[in-house]
Antibody, heavy 114, light 106 residues
Framework: EVQLVESGGGLVQPGRSMKLSCAAS????????MAWVRQAPTKGLEWVAT????????YYRDSVKGRFTISRDNAKSTLYLQMNSLRSEDTATYYC???????WGQGVMVTVSS | DIQMTQSPSFLSASVGDRVTINCKAS??????LNWYQQKLGEAPKRLIY???NLQTGIPSRFSGSGSGTDYTLTISSLQPEDFATYFC????????FGSGTKLEIK
């Protein structure tokens, strides 16, 4: 069974950093591109970043370029999202997704507030 | 960037009804259009991929159609468990989501 389990969320002050992790199981992690998607409270879904299966290519939405870094450790079957210089508008539930995307994690809440 | 316009935002229907939800892309997305169902507090679940391919385990009352810029999700006979939020996603160029359709019981 495919499982994606996010962790690392919580409350953080504006301008600070936070790192999210997504532990994958039930499939060969190194075969799939992965992405982070977020959903602000009462808002729609928004793509954040994508990484290729081997980590050689990464892509970001404009509003997070230069602040967020997506990465992966295929030996650990884990996806990461390093978020720096956080802003109030980054407040959202962050989902780890596989491929198309076909599978999604349950999400982790990130609240940026003083 | 590709924009996705989803309609309607809210839909009130009864068990047994046939309903359709639409998504319109700002440019041709070559049938790279998925449909998802999301229930409160749960992860989204993919129903349809690449316009008209039914995800394994999803009931056949769900179907998708479309091409170019216009796409449709149809639920042929609503069941109680179908009342949820539905959204589309284009993956022709990065990912862009529709704004969602909340399907409620009439």
């Amino acid at each position: 069974e495919v499982q994606l389990v996010e962790s690392g969320g919580g409350l953080v002050q504006p301008g600070r950093s936070m790192k999210l992790s997504c532990a994958a199981s039930g499939f060969t992690f190194s075969n799939y591109g992965m992405a982070w998607v977020r959903q602000a409270p009462t808002k729609g879904l928004e793509w954040v970043a994508t990484i290729s299966y081997d980590g050689s290519s990464t892509y970001y939405r404009d509003s997070v370029k230069g602040r967020f870094t997506i990465s992966r450790d295929n030996a650990k079957s884990t996806l990461y999202l390093q978020m720096n210089s956080l802003r109030s508008e980054d407040t959202a539930t962050y989902y780890c997704t596989r491929g198309g995307p076909d599978y999604w994690g349950q999400g982790v809440m990130v609240t940026v507030s003083s | 960037d590709i924009q996705m316009t989803q309609s309607p935002s809210f839909l009130s229907a009864s068990v047994g009804d046939r309903v359709t939800i639409n998504c319109k892309a700002s440019q041709n997305i070559n049938k790279y259009l998925n449909w998802y169902q999301q229930k409160l507090g749960e992860a989204p679940k993919r129903l349809i991929y690449n316009t008209n391919n039914l995800q394994t385990g999803i009931p056949s009352r769900f179907s998708g159609s479309g091409s170019g810029t216009d796409y449709t999700l149809t639920i042929s006979s609503l069941q109680p468990e179908d009342f949820a939020t539905y959204f589309c996603l284009q993956h022709n160029s990065f990912l862009t989501f529709g704004s969602g359709t909340k399907l409620e019981i009439k």
